[in-house]
């Protein structure tokens, strides 16, 4: 994920093509981004082999959230971002590229502290 724009704020993501999520993000019209806490080392291990674990439910154990506008996040997420898909861009290679307008953005309390 990287800023790709302040005004509107804009960020862009890029999937591997195949991966698990394409179909499902290629669909919607929004998605939730988070960033999460360092003692989630196993979720983060299924993330990064999530196309090794097709057909298992990677979030299977972990506590979720829904975000004002429906979407799940892992509770323990330091930070969460809803985004709304304004453009998919197919770059006929072997990623595809999104760009999300963010509708809202959400910092735990305990990192807002330390601010």
Do not use: W
């Amino acid at each position: 994920m990287q800023q790709a724009s302040s005004t509107p704020p804009l960020v862009r993501i890029s999937t591997r093509c195949g991966e698990v999520i394409d179909p499902i993000l290629r669909d919607a019209r929004t998605f939730s981004l988070m960033a999460l806490a360092p003692t989630e080392r196993v979720l983060q291990r299924r993330l990064q082999e999530s196309n090794t674990l097709r057909g298992m439910d990677i979030f299977d154990g972990v506590l979720m959230e829904r975000t004002a506008a429906g979407l799940p996040v892992v509770a323990s997420s330091l930070v969460s971002m809803e985004c709304e898909i304004v453009r998919h861009i197919d770059l006929e290679a072997d990623h595809q590229l999104y760009v999300g307008r963010v509708l809202s953005c959400r910092l735990r309390e305990m990192m807002q502290a330390a601010c």
